[in-house]
């Protein structure tokens, strides 16, 4: 084939390929499209409506390995939290409404212990000195009762630290380096460090 006839051979592909044919249909995305702006279409929420603690997630990729964290987020309101409306030495969901969910996508080690890949609610005993965090095989539970011993994948201990007043519950990567990252909740002036590695 000469120069001019693989040139006008390409030009029919792209020609071909532009006008729909043979590629991926675009009513898929039309379509999404539509049903956004139909959720959009000026529907305002009454302020009684809205939940107290509102949704959110942060999602971190540390190197291949996805993390991601779904949860509701209680606000401080001035009162007094750890030792307060949280009590020392029980089970608390950090988070409300559904329990607060973590997601991996491949095998870590959180702290030095290992966490297979998968997903988890996550649990603490909050202490004026070192807290328990726990992390239930129980994904997909409301934020109480913890659903026991039994569905635990792991359990570790870490000290509390002060930082900077945060008003609502708040979990966050502070920092991610190559394979490692740290993973905090922050509510109050508390927050709670967690060391995340992936192989």
Not at 44 to 73: C, F, H
Not at 126 to 132: C, E, G, H, L, V
Request: glycine share 10%; aromatic share 10%; charged share 20%.
């Amino acid at each position: 084939m000469t120069r001019d006839g693989v040139l006008l051979a390409t030009l029919v592909v792209f020609t071909f390929a532009g006008c729909g044919g043979g590629g991926a249909s675009s009513e898929a995305p039309a379509a999404a499209a539509a049903e956004t702006q139909a959720a959009d279409d000026g529907e305002i929420m009454p302020l009684d409506d809205v939940k107290a603690s509102q949704s959110g997630s942060v999602w971190q990729e540390i190197a291949n390995t996805s993390v991601t964290v779904t949860y509701d987020r209680p606000v401080a309101r001035g009162r007094e939290l750890f030792g307060g409306i949280v009590p020392f030495g029980e089970i608390w969901n950090p988070g409300a409404n559904d329990a607060t969910a973590i997601a991996l996508s491949r095998d870590v080690t959180i702290n030095g212990n290992e966490l297979p890949a998968g997903s988890y609610s996550l649990w603490a005993i909050p202490d004026p000195n070192r807290w328990t965090m726990i992390f239930s095989r129980e994904a997909d539970v409301y934020h109480t009762p913890y659903p026991g011993e039994e569905h635990d994948a792991l359990r570790f201990m870490v000290s509390p630290r002060l930082g900077e007043h945060m008003e609502t519950l708040a979990f966050y990567f502070a920092a991610v380096e190559k394979k490692d990252a740290e993973l905090r909740l922050h509510w109050g002036d508390t927050y709670i460090p967690m060391s995340i590695a992936v192989p």
